[in-house]
């Protein structure tokens, strides 16, 4: 049992930066622009987030800075594919290239910065994000240590997904926001203010992206900044995103999955060492987790092409820049 | 609606899409494009307390001081030509493959497989020529995926070539840890370096594949300018309807395009992996992006093969010239991807000024206008 309670502690850890970096290409998708710069969003915030904290301590301004880093990231988007109307594929890469460009240049020039080479957080700020015990809930056997004695940026990446789906299912905003990624033509005919709603759902994506990259630099690694620590999470949401079928909500089961997958790549043994049953998962080579989350993807994009559901499908101009004048 | 025409609002400006430029003045646009990010580049090196004209200095010098830093940017340039030139028909398609890595690096695994595995008798040449058409299968069979997909079901492409990508990274992985794992490496996961007669050929120092590079540029522009199949390609990207009333089967030129698409990455693929810039060996960084980068090559070139070879080039020396700089100014080789990210943005906005203008009105015709024409024709 104990392994089973340790197993889905870890995937929630490891799922957690996929559900914030889901959460804000869906919202960012949801307003009809496939962003795949979300790589390179993840990357600055999780600079600039290590950097804030680095050299603050405070752990609202180290999300607040990652966030605004996301914002950042995700205005050049914007402004590129929104404004100017320029192809969303190729930003998107580009934003991805400059991103991880961005983390890793000036990474470096904190780490040639630091004595010892390896900048670290304080105890202070690192103790900001240990694991809480939410009081009661926490006393509950097995799953209180399983869902309720986490650090509290898991909470946050929760909440955020959830408020997320409410906005969008929701809110008048949030149907603006359907609506243009949907049609934005009709949108714009109606009277909404395509660019205005396309800029603020797009930052609003960005900015939490940033702070996904924020939790790996954070807490991944122990505190101390590496390089290429992001190391193709962001593609895993973009991946996630599909998985989730655009929604928040079933995002965060699908990060407890995706995180899942994460987790067997080590942990398979210890399962297959406590139930014989699942010896087999143990002998399932580690590239095969590695790829099960593109696997799996794929097929439930195919499956939902071929069932052409309407409901669960990328929003309809997603990928396609709008432009008034164009029939 | 035209919020002008009621009368109670008339934008300062407004933004009509333009006739098409000629070609110098793209290219001038470009130029404008590219100088202000290398300012705006300029700027970045400049902070970090170093003079950014002998950093570009260093860049450009770095590509050329030596018969081998030439040879090492050969070596950069043409896998990114390769997979450029590969993608170029299914964007001309409107078919946004983004596989190009994925095809890249199916093509060398199936290369790679004929290089390790098929007996040993067989000689040079042919088994050079069995493994081309490995790789060439191998990409076109994972870019016949997607558009299988695609056309039987609708299947959004983008997603799943991206997916497609990684499925092929990992299987590398696989073959690398598994079935494939070298037992003479000691119990590193390796993959085995090809035996000799599996080597790619050279000439003047370097491995032949540039010059299947340099054919592919002229039949890429040869068969989309000049045959049946490139026209189709124009017609089924420009109106899928159109074409289809045309009488052309679309499904047929979509999957027979994406399938020469991926067998050409594919190609790129057997050629690397033979060929002594990755040490005749498959490994997971065989593709390394290439497949991604060829995307925004190919899209700043305007899908034309000729201008492809010239901005790949261009990436090329800036990959190659920044790891120069690297050493003599101590600064992180990421300083390459952020001074591409800040022209590729660049020219990526400029490229809006080639399709669209801004057209300003003067104070003067705003007031006469909202004053005469209330409900107004609608421009």
Same mark, same amino acid.
């Given at each position: 049992m104990n392994t089973i309670v340790n197993f889905l502690f870890a995937a929630i850890k490891a799922g957690t930066p996929l559900l914030f970096g889901t959460t804000g290409e869906i919202i960012t998708e949801k307003a009809g622009n496939l962003n795949l710069g979300v790589?390179?969003?993840?990357?600055?915030?999780?600079?600039?987030?290590?950097?804030?904290?680095?050299?603050?301590?405070?752990?609202?301004?180290?999300?607040?800075?990652?966030?605004?880093?996301?914002?950042?990231?995700s205005l050049i988007y914007a402004f590129l594919t929104v404004t100017l109307k320029a192809n969303q594929n190729v930003t998107g890469l580009t934003l991805t290239i400059f991103g991880t460009g961005?983390?890793?240049?000036?990474?470096?020039?904190?780490?040639?910065?630091?004595k010892g080479g390896a900048p670290k957080l304080s105890a202070k700020f690192s103790a900001k994000l240990a694991e809480i015990q939410i009081p009661l809930l926490s006393d509950i056997p097995y799953l209180g240590r399983a869902l309720f004695s986490h650090n509290i940026l898991v909470y946050l990446a929760i909440i955020i997904a959830i408020l997320s789906w409410a906005y969008i299912k929701f809110t008048r905003a949030g149907l603006y926001l359907r609506a243009t990624g949907e049609n934005p033509a009709a949108a714009d005919a109606s009277g909404l203010n395509v660019t205005l709603i396309k800029y603020v759902n797009i930052l609003l994506g960005g900015g939490i992206c940033g702070i996904g990259g924020a939790y790996i630099s954070l807490l991944n690694g122990n505190g101390v900044w590496n390089n290429g620590c992001v190391n193709g999470q962001g593609w895993i949401a973009v991946a996630l995103v599909i998985f989730a079928s655009w929604s928040p909500a079933k995002a965060i089961l699908g990060s407890l999955v995706f995180g899942a997958f994460t987790i067997f790549q080590v942990r398979a043994g210890d399962f297959a060492a406590e139930f014989p049953a699942l010896s087999f998962l143990s002998s399932i080579p580690n590239a095969i987790y590695v790829m099960l989350p593109f696997l799996v993807t794929a097929v439930v994009l195919i499956i939902t092409s071929i069932t052409r559901k309407r409901e669960g499908a990328q929003p309809a101009s997603c990928g396609v820049n709008y432009y008034r004048e164009e029939r | 609606m035209n919020k002008a025409a009621t009368g109670t609002h008339m934008p300062r400006f407004h933004i009509v899409k333009r006739v098409e430029m000629t070609r110098g003045e793209i290219f001038i646009l470009n130029l404008y494009a590219v100088l202000i990010? !290398?300012?705006?580049?300029?700027?970045?090196?400049?902070?970090?307390?170093?003079?950014?004209?002998?950093?570009?200095?260093?860049?450009?010098?770095g590509c050329f001081r030596s018969a081998l830093s030439v040879k090492s940017l050969i070596r950069i340039v043409i896998p990114l030509l390769i997979a450029s030139i590969a993608v170029i028909p299914a964007f001309r398609m409107k078919f946004w493959n983004i596989g190009g890595e994925g095809q890249f690096i199916m093509g060398a695994v199936f290369a790679s497989y004929v290089a390790l595995f098929f007996p040993e008798g067989i000689p040079h040449l042919p088994l050079m020529l069995l493994m081309a058409i490995a790789g060439i299968i191998g990409g076109g069979i994972w870019a016949l995926i997607p558009a299988f997909f695609k056309c039987k079901f609708g299947t959004n492409e983008t997603l799943l070539t991206l997916m497609l990508n990684y499925i092929a990274l990992y299987i590398i992985q696989y073959l690398r840890d598994g079935p494939w794992r070298d037992p003479a490496a000691g119990g590193f996961p390796k993959i085995a370096k090809f035996p000799e007669r599996a080597w790619l050929d050279q000439l003047f120092g370097?491995?032949?594949? %540039? !010059?299947?590079?340099?054919?592919?540029?002229?039949?890429?522009?040869?068969?989309?300018?000049?045959? /049946?199949?490139?026209?189709?390609?124009?017609?089924?990207?420009?109106?899928?309807?159109?074409?289809?009333?045309?009488?052309?089967?679309?499904?047929?030129?979509?999957?027979?395009?994406?399938?020469?698409?991926?067998?050409?990455?594919?190609?790129?693929?057997?050629?690397?992996v033979s060929g002594e810039a990755t040490t005749h060996t498959l490994s997971m960084g065989i593709a390394g992006g290439v497949g991604f980068?060829?995307?925004?090559?190919? %899209?700043?070139?305007?899908?034309?093969?000729?201008?492809?070879?010239?901005?790949?080039?261009?990436?090329?020396m800036l990959d190659k010239g920044c790891g120069v700089a690297e050493s003599t100014y101590g600064l992180s080789s990421a300083v390459s991807d952020i001074?591409?990210?800040?022209?590729?943005?660049?020219?990526?906005?400029?490229?809006?000024?080639?399709?669209? /203008?801004?057209?300003?009105?003067?104070?003067?015709?705003?007031k006469s206008h909202t004053a005469a024409a209330p409900g107004g024709e609608n421009k």
């Open positions: 790589e390179g969003l993840m990357y600055m915030g999780a600079f600039v987030g290590f950097l804030v904290g680095f050299y603050t301590e405070s752990l609202l301004l180290s999300l607040l800075a990652a966030f605004g880093a996301g914002v950042l990231g961005f983390a890793n240049f000036f990474g470096e020039m904190l780490i040639a910065a630091t | 990010a !290398i300012v705006a580049g300029g700027i970045l090196i400049a902070c970090m307390g170093i003079n950014p004209v002998s950093f570009y200095g260093t860049v450009i010098v370097v491995d032949i594949s %540039w !010059i299947v590079a340099v054919l592919l540029v002229i039949f890429m522009t040869i068969y989309l300018k000049r045959t /049946k199949h490139g026209y189709e390609i124009a017609v089924v990207g420009d109106s899928v309807n159109t074409a289809r009333y045309a009488g052309m089967n679309v499904n047929a030129v979509i999957m027979r395009t994406m399938f020469l698409s991926g067998a050409i990455a594919g190609l790129g693929g057997m050629l690397q980068t060829a995307i925004i090559v190919v %899209w700043l070139a305007n899908l034309s093969p000729i201008t492809t070879v010239a901005v790949a080039t261009l990436i090329g001074l591409q990210g800040i022209i590729l943005f660049t020219v990526l906005g400029a490229m809006f000024f080639t399709n669209y /203008k801004i057209v300003f009105r003067s104070k003067q015709s705003i």
